[in-house]
């Protein structure tokens, strides 16, 4: 995958790719060209992206060659930048988002931009297809129903206890969410909260990325030392930041003397963020007093 923002995907980002010879990974495959419209091009397509979502996620590049080896066996390097003609950008990627609308079941969310500004025209298709909360997605084209994920060296289908494994585990990352809502909002009922709170009742927003239950996942929050600013709690007038167990940790200077704030904000390091402000109601109050 490309260690980029989607939206800031741009033309140096493609030519770096060739410049360092970035090879394919489970979440990196390259294309010389668009799906055609036969059945067993749009199958195949189908059962590519797919394959993406039903495992980690990852980036396919359309309009790249691959590279080849002495006996004509793909090495899964980039050799050079092909433009796609023949078609606009804006036609591929709704022909593309068409096909995969009517074949995955439930519905693959993908995004998907045509990059130009090479040399001789044309454009590379950059499809990034997330890994799925709703995973598996089943391929259903032609009455074929098929399940397919990916390792390092390309898709494969499912066996049938590999897709009973999948269900249950969609059901186990639900569950894993559920049961850290649970967990937080028992506990900031009960005080047990990085920094004593002051009042009641308290305001308590959860922002909870999908990744953040899947096994292994983490965030580095160290870097947070220098920006703090950037989570800041709601309503704040001040601002102290701290590296803890959990996470980073930011928080309103004290109100009156004593230990208690009256908000903070919490990066746990699976990539949640936990705001709770204990005292809006009186400071709105006090502002609407001092109008």
Same mark, same amino acid.
């Given at each position: 995958m490309i260690n980029k923002s989607f939206d800031q995907i741009g033309?140096? =980002?493609?030519?770096?790719?060739?410049? &360092?010879?970035?090879? &394919?990974?489970?979440?990196? &495959?390259?294309?010389l060209e668009l799906p055609g419209g036969s059945d067993g091009q749009v199958k195949e397509f189908l059962a590519d992206v797919s394959s993406f979502g039903n495992a980690a996620g990852g980036d396919i590049i359309y309009g790249v060659k691959a590279e080849l080896d002495d006996r004509g066996k793909p090495t899964g390097k980039p050799e050079e930048i092909v433009p796609i003609t023949g078609s606009t950008g804006d036609e591929a990627v709704l022909r593309l988002e068409s096909m995969i609308r009517d074949g995955t079941d439930p519905r693959l969310r993908v995004q998907a931009k045509a990059v130009d500004g090479f040399e001789g025209g044309g454009f590379v298709l950059v499809?990034?297809?997330?890994?799925?909360?709703?995973?598996?997605?089943?391929v259903k084209f032609r009455n074929t129903s098929r399940f397919y994920a990916r390792t390092s060296a390309g898709?494969?289908?499912? =066996?049938?206890?590999?897709?009973?494994?999948?269900?249950?585990?969609? &059901?186990?990352?639900?569950?894993?969410?559920?049961?850290?809502? =649970?967990?937080?909002?028992?506990?900031?009922?009960? =005080?047990?909260?990085p920094m004593p709170l002051m009042a009641r009742p308290r305001i308590v927003l959860h922002l909870l990325p999908l990744a953040s239950f899947a096994p292994g996942y983490s965030v580095d929050v160290v870097p947070l030392r220098n920006r703090p600013e950037v989570l800041r709690p709601i309503g704040s007038f001040g601002l102290s930041p701290r590296i803890g167990f959990d996470g980073f940790l930011t928080h309103s200077a004290p109100i009156e003397d004593g230990p208690e704030v009256p908000c903070y904000a919490m990066l746990f390091r699976n990539g949640v963020i936990e705001a709770v402000n204990d005292c809006f109601k009186r400071r709105c109050f006090r502002r609407q007093r001092s109008r």
């Open positions: 033309k140096e =980002d493609i030519e770096a790719l060739i410049a &360092e010879q970035r090879a &394919e990974i489970k979440t990196l &495959e390259y294309k499809l990034r297809v997330p890994r799925s909360l709703s995973a598996p997605h089943m898709k494969y289908q499912l =066996d049938v206890a590999e897709i009973r494994n999948a269900f249950v585990g969609a &059901e186990a990352h639900t569950e894993r969410l559920r049961r850290f809502l =649970d967990d937080r909002r028992a506990k900031i009922l009960a =005080d047990e909260t």
